[in-house]
């Protein structure tokens, strides 16, 4: 479809201007109707249509009417207009809010088609409902007509308010004068062991840095060079850290300066090298670049061809690297380049496979070349996909170094004076035994809260025995005390105090919820969430108090206080009488749900022990099992002194197991001397499965928010419309490995495709999610870490999302409107600076426009235009854009388009006869 439109000095015909105000038109110039209110003789409807068929074919410049002409002449119309129906042209008068020149053609043409014997009929025309002339008959009005016609036609082009035709505009972003642009070093899995260096290419051009940023999980103080230049030391000082966290630390202002065009080079000096490494993490540098398309690609859109060169980290001590590198595209070509010295065999294990060992000492410069890597790897099998690296010392590998225990325990034990009672039946008074009596393990008549002390002891012993566990000690009847010390001989001598366990003469009612609620206060203030935390809770069943107050002075079952706030009256934890009924029910879900509460915190476990005859009370069976249940433990409970114990033996040891922490990765040794150079690379050949760049596009590259959980889940939003060209999730896996990453519900990366035993595969700190796996709108990212295939340690709350997005710099063309005038333009970026140009360059009129608030003529379509394209400068929506653009940058195509017709409508134009 086309039209044309008009300059000064030429006309042109285009396409573009009609695509841009393009709409389906619906029935052009066919639609007929009519309706009857009665019967109507033969002349009235004749009448209406006879007008209306006349009126559509006829073109107003072939009708004798002075009017028309008198339209030309006062500018009303353009000569252009003539051309088309008459009917077309009170739909243009009206759509253009000339109603009086509407009006009155519309009377000179009813007027004119009903002469004659005709004259005495009424008439009447419409535009879209609206009168636009109407006449009464001799008789009658048109409301009290005996009979009436109507006739009307659909016309294409007009709206009311809106120009027939006019003007299209069409912006342009010709160049940028600077946009943001972070430049990354990253740092694998595990980068060591010593002093590390590496290199990092910043924009050959920029006008300044706004900021740096170091984010990385380390063990150690550390001294920071950029280029040879004493930058600071660190982490002292930053926020974060900890067992799978990531120091943020920004880098003092003062030593942006270090930094250069180009290459740079980066140093971290430790000194101890038993800490001297980097588990994850990067430095961003973040510079005002008028590079459109800065990357660290090479690419040749010809021959859709792509290269990138990561160079390896040098490494200063023992070369002990986990790490990844990625293609992303079907691999043509690979390179290795090591420049090292040894006085230990060296091997390199890249994809799962051993793709270079070497017994060699001394320097070494070797490079490894395609023929070599093709013979060894599956390139289609390892393209588009994350590869694990890792390059280091056989001798140096061991299974994992034991560092100690993570595990945050409170042992809760009742002192209630059902305590007193026989572990074997309901017999409210046992006996008294020790731990090493004779008979302690055989008598059934054992006190409860005797052998609870024994089992305290073997928690004690047991899980103490590893550094860096800890216990608090926790009692209750009517309230909730603790007590905390890091000695185990110290808490054996607490237990057994009968002022703190007085299993001579226990007292006091039962409330559980109080203990669980106390148990809570201490993991939530005294843990955090690298630690495993652990609740055991050792009773004989039944609560009878709770730990709130509702409104009418009853149980508040989600009460929150340490000691009792309401027993009722009902309810006293009576093995015969209070086994079955709801006379408990209040504190026996008082103790419930505090500990689903317990269960919320992540990494936690409830272990509930019963002591005593609890399989034949329903209520105490029950409430054991759901504290248990609720916060993702167990519950076991029997009246056999042997039995218990095993138990607790068992749980003790399981707690110890699961609470260690190894060192899988870092080595202990010395007198080992290994370095690699940091001019030692990989470098990969590859035909990208999307073009990383794209004419008429910029590349934005952005940060989602850190997850903030350690399951470690999250979402990547990415806007209707805009392509992803790039994009990579960070995984701080700390002594363990990256193992899993699942978007979208699809496994995009297991390591274990690579091989079962983890030890000798790389650790990715980046795991690149392949384009075709992004769709707009949210994306759902799931990464996980272990230490095998079977092993799931969830991830780190640091986690991200850094991507890269394809922005268009240019729309096609506006709306027809009535003016192309343009604006002075006030536009606000995301830097903090801001600019005022003209659009188009030679607008010399007073209009102010700003992009920010969204003030501009919509009856522009220069302006139109220019709003549509910054709109899609600013992905985030904030009216700051994210590429600064000054008037050298901004080219807007603002030739008058003139015959170019609106493609509004259809609207209906109807004429009414009647008598």
């Known amino acids: ?96 809010g000339k109603a009086d020149e509407a009006r009155e053609l519309s009377q000179e043409l009813i007027d004119s088609s009903l002469s004659g014997e005709l004259s005495g009929m009424g008439a009447a025309i419409y535009v879209n409902g609206q009168e636009i002339y109407s006449r009464n008959s001799f008789l009658s009005s048109e409301e009290n007509s005996s009979y009436l016609s109507s006739s009307f036609r659909l016309v294409s082009g007009i709206k009311e308010a809106t120009p027939k035709e006019g003007y299209s505009s069409r912006a342009i972003l010709s160049a940028i004068s600077s946009k943001i642009q972070p430049s990354y070093a990253y740092f694998g899995g595990l980068v060591g062991q010593g002093n590390i260096t590496q290199f990092m290419m910043l924009p050959q051009t920029y006008t300044n840095i706004s900021s740096a940023y170091l984010e990385m999980d380390v063990p ?85 061809t792509a290269s990138k060169t990561e160079y390896l980290p040098g490494i200063s001590y023992v070369v002990n690297l986990y790490s990844s590198v990625y293609a992303p595209g079907n691999i043509t070509n690979l390179e290795i380049f090591l420049n090292y010295t040894t006085d230990l065999p060296l091997f390199v294990n890249l994809a799962g496979v051993p793709v270079y060992y070497s017994e060699a000492e001394g320097r070494i410069a070797v490079t490894i070349d395609n023929a070599t890597l093709a013979s060894m790897l599956n390139y289609s099998a390892i393209s588009d996909k994350t590869l694990p690296l890792k390059i280091g010392h056989y001798a140096l590998n061991n299974t994992g170094n034991i560092s100690g225990g993570n595990a945050d325990v409170a042992i809760i034990t009742d002192i209630s004076a059902s305590m007193k009672g026989r572990i074997g039946d309901n017999d409210s008074n046992g006996d008294a035994r020790t731990c090493d009596q004779a008979d302690y393990f055989t008598n059934p008549h054992v006190r409860r809260l005797n052998v609870a002390v024994c089992l305290n002891e073997i928690f004690i012993n047991t899980i103490m025995n590893l550094s860096g566990n800890r216990i608090w000690l926790v009692t209750f009847n009517d309230a909730a005390v603790y007590y905390y010390n890091q000695s185990s001989g110290v ?221 470690t889940s999250g979402i990547l939003q990415i806007p209707e419309g805009v392509a992803v060209s790039d994009a990579k999730v960070t995984s701080y896996s700390g002594v363990y490995w990256t193992h899993n990453l699942t978007v979208n519900s699809v496994r995009v990366f297991n390591l274990s495709d690579f091989g079962s035993n983890y030890q000798s ?43 890269t997005l394809l922005m268009n710099n240019s729309v096609s063309y506006s709306a027809v409107d009535s003016n192309a005038l343009g604006c002075n333009w006030t536009l606000e970026f995301n830097d903090g600076t801001n600019t005022t140009i003209k659009v188009p360059s030679d607008y010399s009129g007073t209009k102010s426009c700003s992009f920010r608030t969204a003030s501009y003529d919509h009856s522009d379509s220069t302006d139109l235009a220019v709003y549509s394209m910054l709109s899609q400068l600013d992905l985030n929506k904030d009216g700051l854009l994210d590429v600064n653009i000054n008037q050298q940058s901004l080219s807007i195509e603002t030739f008058a388009v003139g015959g170019v017709p609106s493609m509004w409508g259809p609207a209906k134009v109807e004429a009414r006869v009647w008598k």
Do not use: H
């Open 491 to 711: 808490l054996i001598e607490y237990v057994n105090n009968k002022n703190y366990y007085p299993w001579n003469n226990p007292s006091g009612n039962t409330c559980t919820c109080c203990a669980l609620n106390r148990a809570y206060g201490i993991l939530s203030q005294n843990s955090n969430s690298s630690r495993k935390k652990y609740v055991i809770l050792m009773t004989d069943g039944i609560p009878n108090e709770c730990c709130g107050l509702n409104s009418t002075g009853g149980c508040n079952q989600s009460g929150l206080s340490n000691s009792s706030q309401y027993k009722p009256s009902t309810c006293d934890e009576d093995y015969v009488s209070d086994c079955a009924g709801n006379d408990c029910t209040g504190p026996m879900q008082s103790a419930i749900n505090a500990a689903a509460r317990i269960g919320s915190i992540n990494r936690s476990s409830i272990y509930s022990i019963g002591l005593g005859p609890m399989g034949s009370c329903t209520n105490a069976n029950y409430t054991m099992t759901q504290i248990a249940e609720k916060g993702n433990g167990t519950f076991f409970g029997s009246t056999n002194v042997t039995q218990l114990t095993q138990f607790v033996q068992q749980l003790a040891n399981e707690i110890v197991n699961q609470s260690l922490v190894y060192q899988y990765q870092i080595v202990v040794i010395s007198g080992v001397n290994s370095t690699l150079s940091p001019n030692s690379y990989v470098k990969l050949n590859y035909t990208p499965s999307s073009p990383p760049f794209i004419f008429g596009k910029i590349p934005i590259t952005l940060e989602s928010q850190s997850f903030g959980n350690y399951i």
């Open 761 to 803: 595969l790389g650790d990715p700190f980046l795991v690149s999610i392949p384009i075709n796996q992004i769709n707009s709108g949210n994306n759902s990212i799931l990464i996980s870490t272990g230490t095998s295939s079977t092993s799931d340690f969830g991830g780190s709350p640091d986690d991200r999302v850094i991507y």
């Open 220 to 304: 150690a103080n550390f001294t920071f060079k950029i280029n040879g230049n004493n930058s600071g030391t660190y982490p002292a000082g930053c926020s974060g850290g900890g067992f799978m966290r990531a120091y943020q630390c920004s880098i003092n202002s003062s030593y942006l300066g270090n930094f250069r065009p180009g290459l740079n080079t980066i140093e971290f000096i430790f000194s101890n090298y038993s800490s001297a490494y980097l588990s994850g993490g990067f430095l961003r540098v973040i510079t005002s670049t008028s590079d459109l398309n800065y990357s660290d690609v090479s690419y040749d859109p010809y021959s859709n």
């Open 1 to 96: 479809m086309c039209s044309f439109f008009k300059s000064r000095k030429a006309i042109f015909f285009t396409v573009d201007a009609l695509l841009a105000s393009s709409l389906i038109l619906i029935g052009l110039l066919a639609a007929y109707s009519l309706y009857s209110r009665q019967i109507t003789p033969d002349n009235i409807w004749y009448s209406s249509s006879s007008i209306m068929e006349s009126l559509s074919s006829i073109k107003a410049g072939q009708l004798n009417i002075s009017y028309i002409s008198y339209l030309v002449s006062s500018g009303a119309i353009k000569n252009s207009s003539l051309n088309d129906s008459a009917v077309e042209l009170i739909g243009e008068l009206w759509a253009t």
